[in-house]
């Protein structure tokens, strides 16, 4: 059973979420504050649902305690539509960003396709050498200059697809349609921002990357 922790401040808005929640087969754990959820987490949950406003803790400032201590996939759920504010917690750590209002049904996609990205492991795989860094297929590790690299579920996500590709160039819609699930073609900022921040940990110069290609026209292609 998939467990989500639903992180909101309104009790009407937990109550909705964990009567759908239960009723689609999920274990619905609550937190009503930033404090909350980051204790929470001890329960392992298996994907956490984030309202940006809460009463004690900034939703980012949330976003950036939890992705010290997990790797738990992040959903968003925020009133606030500007794009400042998804940037900044895509940038944070969070995996997807949903507006409310929203359908039910989206939100319920947007779950599965947050679980969904924990992938499958790979037994037997060799590791993949680049010139700056070697990605464990196996392990879903990554090692640069002899140290571990922190990478979100997102991050790896998106960094599986490339390095799997073997040097072909990956199309943008491929990548949201593997990454994110399907209905995120239009969602071409993620990519943008994600690739972002997957060059500034990886790469050893980040706007000059070496690694982390992009194709005009093609889309994104991995080079060791």
Excluded: C, N
Aim: hydrophobic share 45%.
């Amino acid at each position: 059973m998939t467990t989500v922790l639903v992180v909101d401040d309104d009790p009407q808005v937990v109550r909705v979420l964990r009567i759908t929640l239960t009723a689609h087969g999920y274990r619905v754990l609550t937190a009503p504050d930033g404090a909350s959820a980051i204790a929470s987490v001890e329960e392992h949950p298996d994907v956490i649902l984030l309202d940006l406003g809460l009463p004690d803790l900034g939703g980012v400032a949330v976003i950036a305690a939890l992705r010290d201590r997990v790797t738990t996939p992040i959903v968003v759920l925020s009133a606030r539509t500007d794009a400042r504010a998804k940037i900044a917690a895509l940038d944070a750590g969070a995996d997807d960003y949903v507006t409310k209002p929203f359908g039910m049904d989206e939100l319920l996609a947007r779950l599965r396709a947050a679980v969904r990205r924990t992938g499958p492991r790979f037994d037997g795989e060799p590791p993949v050498m680049a010139a700056s860094f070697t990605v464990d297929l196996t392990a879903k590790r990554i090692r640069r200059d002899g140290e571990d690299v922190h990478l979100t579920r997102t991050e790896w996500a998106l960094l599986e697809v490339l390095v799997r590709a073997g040097g072909a160039p990956v199309s943008v819609r491929d990548l949201l349609d593997r990454v994110w699930g399907a209905g995120y073609y239009s969602q071409t900022h993620y990519l943008r921002v994600y690739l972002a921040q997957l060059r500034r940990k990886l790469e050893p110069e980040p706007s000059h990357p070496r690694h982390l290609i992009t194709e005009p026209g093609l889309g994104y292609r991995f080079q060791r």
